[in-house]
Each structure stands twice: as structure tokens, then as C-alpha cells.
């Protein structure tokens, strides 16, 4: 099993580097947009409908997204994204809905049985990561990177130290192997990392002089993000403990499907770009 992970990660992590990197803000927007798309098929399915209600789900959730990156009426420009009110409404609402809503869904062990309820959530939560990650990529391929990079340390780290520390679980009735252990090797892990792109901002748009609190708050918010993805990982696990499934889907080798691979961005993007419009003017 693990070598069968390692090859398809050694096959995904070149194709996503280049997508992001020699192709346009619209080319990374439309690569994205499928796979949002194949996730909504797998989200879909966890909320509990029948197959034949998959293909319009997804196929509403691209024209969504289409209609964002093509429309003038959504004024999308390549080398700036789109104007600020756009990821505003649709980042603001999921980042409430992940800051507000999922945690006390997670607490509570709340079942909603509203097939209606669980598509509008995954249509929120999918576009709005989406939006997040192209109007990132607009304004620098670097900075996505560096923004996705947090929560793949977190998650590594977190399987890391679990593995090797893991003694007090972190949602037993949820994701069993989740320990308090490894949330706090993430938040380690991400902290060093955070301190280490202090001495990035410059080059990432921070014109002002770095200072103590500046850096400090930065850590805060690289923590912030951090926590988030967490919550987007055990929200994910709920649905799949819901569903009585291991995996999303079986679209990636050794990974499972694509929710299992983008679970933690998804509440992570969306901050992530409101962070970065009014913060790193």
C-alpha cells in the first residue's frame, strides 16, 4: 500500500507543480475546475444520493465555476483575479461556515439527513476553495504554493507524530486514528514553517519593515490555517463514518479519491485568500 501511495504521489506532485506553474491563470482555473468537479461527484456520493443525481451535481458545480472564469458580468481578469467583492462573498461564507458551522457540526454529532443541505455545504465549501486557489495563483503561483504547503506540512506532520506519540485521541467516534499528539506536531511543524517565510515577505508583497508583532501575527494566522485543515479533515472523516465508508472514492491509488486528498484545503484556501487581499496589499 505504501508503495502504491508513494508512485502515485511521485506521478500527482509533478502534474500539479506544472499545471501551476506553465499554464495561465485561466489554464490552473480550468485544471482546478475538474478536479473540483470529480470531487463533487465524491461529496455527492457521500451525501447520500443515488448515482444518477452525481453527474448534475458535478456538472452545476463546473458551470459554476465556468461561468466565474469566463463571464464578463464576473469580471475576472488573468493577471488579478477577480475584483475583491467576489472572494469576499463566496471565500467569507465558507470560512464562517468552517469557523462557525462545522466545528459545532463536528461537536455535536449533528445528522442532518437533508440530502438538500448536504449539496449546498459541498457546493459552497468546493467553490469557495476553488475561488480561493485561482485567485491566489493570479496573483502569485509562489504564494499558492507556499499557502498549500502549509496544510501538507500540517498533515505529514500530524501523521508523523501521531504515529509516534499518539496516546489521547482526538475525535474517537470520528476518525480513531486522529491524536491530540499529532495536532500538536502539526501546529509545531507549521509554526517553524511560518517563521521560516517571514523572511519571504518581501518577495510576497509585504512592503512594510517585517516587525516583531507583524511576524508574530503572521504565525497566528499560518497556526490559524493550520487548525482549519484539521477541522476539514475530521469533517470529511464524519461524512465518510456517515456514509460507512473508508474512502471517498477510488480515483487515486493508494489515496483513495480526491476529497481525501483536498479535505484539508478545502478550509484552509478559502482564509488563506481573504488573508492574503487584505493583509498583503
Not at 498533515?155 to 491524536?179: E, N, Q, V
Given at each position: 500500500m505504501l508503495r502504491i501511495r508513494i508512485v502515485t504521489a511521485a506521478v500527482l506532485v509533478p502534474l500539479t507543480l506544472a499545471a501551476l506553474f506553465l499554464l495561465g491563470p485561466?489554464?490552473?482555473?480550468?485544471?482546478?475546475?475538474v478536479v473540483v468537479a470529480l470531487a463533487a461527484i465524491e461529496w455527492a456520493d457521500l451525501a447520500g444520493y443515488p448515482q444518477r443525481a452525481w453527474l448534475p451535481f458535478a456538472a452545476g458545480t463546473f458551470l459554476t465555476g465556468f461561468g466565474l472564469l469566463f463571464t464578463r458580468a464576473s469580471g475576472f481578469e488573468p493577471?488579478?483575479?477577480?475584483?475583491d467583492t467576489v472572494p469576499l462573498a463566496v471565500c467569507g461564507f465558507a470560512t464562517l461556515f468552517w469557523v462557525l458551522i462545522a466545528p459545532a457540526w463536528l461537536a455535536g454529532n449533528w445528522r442532518v439527513?437533508?440530502?438538500?443541505?448536504?449539496?449546498?455545504?459541498?457546493?459552497?465549501?468546493?467553490?469557495?476553495?476553488?475561488?480561493?486557489?485561482?485567485?491566489?495563483?493570479?496573483?502569485?503561483?509562489w504564494m499558492l504554493l507556499a499557502l498549500m504547503a502549509v496544510v501538507?506540512?500540517?498533515?505529514?506532520?500530524?501523521?508523523?507524530?501521531?504515529?509516534?506519540?499518539?496516546?489521547?485521541?482526538?475525535?474517537?467516534?470520528?476518525?480513531?486514528?486522529?491524536?491530540?499528539?499529532?495536532?500538536?506536531?502539526?501546529?509545531l511543524a507549521t509554526g517553524v514553517y511560518a517563521v521560516v517565510l517571514t523572511q519571504f515577505a518581501p518577495e510576497a508583497g509585504y512592503a512594510r519593515e517585517l516587525s516583531a508583532v507583524a511576524a508574530l501575527a503572521w504565525v497566528a494566522v499560518i497556526l490559524a490555517l493550520t487548525a482549519l485543515s484539521i477541522v476539514g479533515d475530521l469533517f470529511e472523516s464524519f461524512l465518510k463514518r456517515r456514509r460507512?465508508?473508508?474512502?471517498?472514492?477510488?480515483?487515486?491509488?493508494?489515496?483513495?479519491?480526491?476529497?481525501?486528498r483536498i479535505d484539508a484545503l478545502l478550509p484552509a484556501m478559502p482564509a488563506a485568500a481573504l488573508f492574503v487581499q487584505y493583509a498583503l496589499r
Open positions: 485561466r489554464g490552473w482555473g480550468i485544471v482546478s475546475l493577471q488579478s483575479g477577480w475584483p439527513d437533508s440530502k438538500i443541505a448536504l449539496a449546498l455545504v459541498g457546493w459552497l465549501v468546493l467553490i469557495a476553495a476553488w475561488v480561493a486557489v485561482v485567485q491566489l495563483r493570479a496573483r502569485s503561483p501538507w506540512i500540517a498533515d505529514t506532520a500530524a501523521y508523523f507524530a501521531g504515529r509516534a506519540f499518539g496516546a489521547r485521541r482526538l475525535a474517537a467516534t470520528i476518525s480513531p486514528g486522529k491524536t491530540w499528539e499529532g495536532v500538536y506536531g502539526a501546529l460507512g465508508v473508508k474512502d471517498s472514492g477510488k480515483l487515486l491509488p493508494g489515496h483513495g479519491g480526491i476529497l481525501d
